[in-house]
Nanobody, 122 residues
């Protein structure tokens, strides 16, 4: 199993970024996919998750209305479109997979990528 995130970077407050997570080594369409983030000195926190077909989504209250998760099962890729970014969104963003369901509990996610840094600053 391999998950590789990309798309992070430095952006000004109010700006946008689109993260990608390319998956390999498993049957992507059979797995729930999620995004988490971890800021310096803080615990890893749930951001968003999507069901296997893409019809179900789940967001943390802190990003609802600003972030959008999507997936392309033909490309084995999950995305996180982040709009109206705030300094408090600064963190390392990780994608993960599991077969359990749409859960915010990080312990129930099986495999993780290496993360991509997002920095929101003027």
């Amino acid at each position: 199993v391999q998950l590789v995130e990309s798309g992070g970077g430095l952006v000004q407050p109010g700006g946008s970024l689109r993260l990608s997570c390319a998956a390999s080594g498993f049957t992507f369409s059979n797995y729930y996919m999620g995004w988490f983030r971890q800021a310096p000195g803080k615990e890893r926190e749930f951001v968003s998750a999507m069901g296997r077909s893409g019809s179900s989504t789940y967001y943390a209250d802190s990003v609802k209305g600003r972030f959008t998760i999507s997936r392309d099962n033909a490309k084995n890729t999950v995305y996180l479109q982040m709009n109206s970014l705030k300094p408090e969104d600064t963190a390392v963003y990780y994608c993960a997979e599991n077969q359990e369901g749409l859960t915010r509990n990080s312990k129930l996610w099986d495999y993780w990528g290496q993360g991509t840094q997002v920095t929101v600053s003027s």
